[in-house]
C-alpha cells in the first residue's frame, strides 16, 4: 500500500460512469414501470453502489480505508442504455476515484443480475472515470517565468564545518520537484546580522522565495525569527498554522517550534526548523499551495491559478 502519511487532507471528489445495454424496450419499460420479478432495479443497484463504495479497501488490496462523505448514484435512459452517473466525496489524503469506478461497476453488475431472468443479452461497457478534483493536481499554480528561491541554513555548528547539512539539501531538493529553480543555497551561522543581510539583499534581487532552515527553537541562539520579525510587512498566519499543525500530528515537540511565513514586498520569507524531519514535514504541509500567493500578491483573487 502507498505510504500517504506525507499528504494533507483536501476536498476529494470523482465521477465515475458505467453503461448497461439491454436487448430490447420490454427490459427498459420493466425497469421503469417497476414490474421486474426481482424488484426495483433501480433502487436496489443504488444500494448496492452504496455498499461498495464504502467498502472499496476490501476488494482492491492497494486501496486505503478512508471516510466517504457523500455519494450519489443517477441514472440516464436513452432507448436501450442505461447511463450510470456515480458520485463520490470525501475530505482526506487520497483521492476517490477507484472508489467511484468501483461503485459504477457494482450498480452495472447489480442491474444485470436482477434482469437476466427477462433479459439474456444485456451487455455492460464504458466503466470510466470522467472527473476527479482536490488531489495535487487541482492545485498547480502555473507562472509565466520561473520562481527564484534562496535557500539559507541557519547553524552555527554546520556552518563551522563540525556538522554536514540535511535540511537545507531536502527543501533544495523539495523546491525541484514543485518546478522552482534554487539559484542561491548558503550555509550561514546563528546570527541576526547574517540573516537580515541575506533577507534584504535577495528580496530586493527579485527572489520570489526566500527559505531559511534552523533557528525557530527556543535555544539562546535560535535567532531566526527574531531577526526576521522587523523586516516582514506582512505575517501570513495560516501558513505558520499549517506548519504547525502539520508537524504536531507527527511528533509532539513540533509545538515548541517558532515557524515564522510572512512576505516583503512580493517576497515569500519562510524560516522553518532545523531538523531533517522537520524540515521536510514543514514543505510537505504547505508546499505546492502556498505558491498561490504570488497570484495573491499579484491581485488576483483565490480562484485565479
Same mark, same amino acid.
Given at each position: 500500500?502507498?505510504?500517504?502519511?506525507?499528504?494533507?487532507?483536501?476536498?476529494?471528489?470523482?465521477?465515475?460512469? %458505467?453503461?448497461?445495454?439491454?436487448?430490447? =424496450?420490454? /427490459?427498459?419499460?420493466?425497469?421503469?414501470?417497476?414490474?421486474?420479478?426481482? @424488484?426495483?432495479?433501480?433502487?436496489?443497484?443504488?444500494? %448496492?453502489?452504496? &455498499? %461498495?463504495?464504502?467498502?472499496?479497501?476490501?476488494?482492491?488490496?492497494?486501496?486505503?480505508?478512508?471516510?466517504?462523505?457523500? /455519494?450519489?448514484?443517477?441514472? !440516464?435512459?436513452?432507448?436501450?442504455?442505461?447511463?450510470?452517473?456515480?458520485?463520490?466525496?470525501?475530505?482526506?489524503?487520497?483521492?476517490?476515484?477507484? !472508489?467511484?469506478?468501483?461503485?459504477?461497476?457494482?450498480?452495472?453488475?447489480?442491474?444485470?443480475?436482477?434482469?437476466?431472468?427477462?433479459?439474456?443479452?444485456?451487455?455492460?461497457?464504458?466503466?470510466?472515470?470522467?472527473?476527479?478534483?482536490? @488531489?495535487?493536481?487541482?492545485?498547480?499554480?502555473?507562472?509565466? #517565468?520561473? +520562481?527564484?528561491? %534562496?535557500?539559507?541554513?541557519?547553524?552555527?555548528?554546520?556552518?563551522?564545518?563540525?556538522?554536514?547539512?540535511?535540511?537545507?539539501?531536502?527543501?533544495?531538493?523539495?523546491?525541484?520537484?514543485?518546478? +522552482?529553480?534554487?539559484?542561491?543555497?548558503? +550555509?550561514?551561522?546563528?546570527?541576526?546580522?547574517?540573516?537580515?543581510?541575506?533577507?534584504?539583499?535577495?528580496? =530586493?534581487?527579485?527572489?520570489?522565495?526566500?527559505?531559511?532552515?534552523?533557528?525557530? @527553537?527556543?535555544?539562546?541562539?535560535?535567532?531566526?525569527?527574531?531577526?526576521?520579525?522587523?523586516?516582514?510587512?506582512?505575517?501570513?498566519?495560516? +501558513?505558520?498554522?499549517?506548519?504547525?499543525?502539520?508537524?504536531? =500530528?507527527?511528533?509532539?515537540?513540533?509545538?515548541?517550534?517558532?515557524?515564522?511565513? @510572512?512576505?516583503?514586498?512580493?517576497?515569500?520569507?519562510?524560516?522553518?526548523?532545523?531538523?531533517? #524531519?522537520?524540515?521536510?514535514?514543514?514543505?510537505?504541509?504547505?508546499?505546492?499551495?502556498?505558491?498561490?500567493? &504570488?497570484?495573491?500578491?499579484?491581485?488576483? #483573487?483565490?480562484?485565479?491559478?
Amino acid at each position: 500500500m502507498v505510504d500517504i502519511t506525507h499528504k494533507i487532507s483536501t476536498l476529494r471528489s470523482a465521477t465515475a460512469t %458505467a453503461t448497461v445495454l439491454v436487448s430490447h =424496450q420490454d /427490459t427498459i419499460d420493466a425497469i421503469v414501470n417497476n414490474t421486474v420479478p426481482k @424488484g426495483n432495479v433501480l433502487e436496489m443497484a443504488k444500494t %448496492a453502489g452504496l &455498499f %461498495a463504495v464504502k467498502n472499496t479497501h476490501l476488494s482492491i488490496p492497494d486501496c486505503h480505508p478512508l471516510p466517504i462523505e457523500f /455519494t450519489s448514484v443517477e441514472y !440516464e435512459i436513452s432507448g436501450l442504455t442505461i447511463a450510470i452517473i456515480f458520485k463520490v466525496k470525501t475530505v482526506y489524503k487520497t483521492g476517490v476515484e477507484v !472508489e467511484a469506478m468501483h461503485g459504477a461497476s457494482i450498480v452495472a453488475l447489480t442491474m444485470y443480475d436482477m434482469l437476466k431472468p427477462i433479459d439474456k443479452n444485456i451487455e455492460i461497457s464504458t466503466i470510466k472515470l470522467v472527473e476527479k478534483k482536490g @488531489g495535487k493536481s487541482s492545485f498547480k499554480n502555473k507562472f509565466p #517565468n520561473p +520562481i527564484k528561491a %534562496a535557500v539559507f541554513v541557519c547553524s552555527d555548528s554546520i556552518f563551522a564545518g563540525q556538522k554536514e547539512d540535511r535540511s537545507g539539501k531536502i527543501i533544495v531538493e523539495k523546491l525541484d520537484s514543485y518546478g +522552482i529553480e534554487t539559484t542561491h543555497y548558503e +550555509i550561514i551561522p546563528d546570527e541576526i546580522d547574517y540573516i537580515q543581510e541575506r533577507t534584504t539583499r535577495f528580496a =530586493q534581487d527579485e527572489h520570489q522565495l526566500i527559505i531559511f532552515t534552523g533557528g525557530t @527553537g527556543l535555544s539562546p541562539r535560535d535567532v531566526t525569527p527574531e531577526a526576521l520579525e522587523p523586516l516582514l510587512e506582512s505575517r501570513i498566519p495560516g +501558513i505558520e498554522e499549517a506548519i504547525r499543525s502539520y508537524g504536531q =500530528q507527527r511528533m509532539p515537540y513540533a509545538m515548541l517550534s517558532r515557524s515564522m511565513v @510572512g512576505t516583503i514586498g512580493n517576497t515569500l520569507v519562510l524560516a522553518l526548523p532545523g531538523s531533517t #524531519n522537520g524540515a521536510r514535514e514543514s514543505m510537505d504541509a504547505v508546499f505546492p499551495h502556498a505558491l498561490h500567493v &504570488f497570484h495573491v500578491l499579484k491581485g488576483n #483573487n483565490h480562484d485565479a491559478k
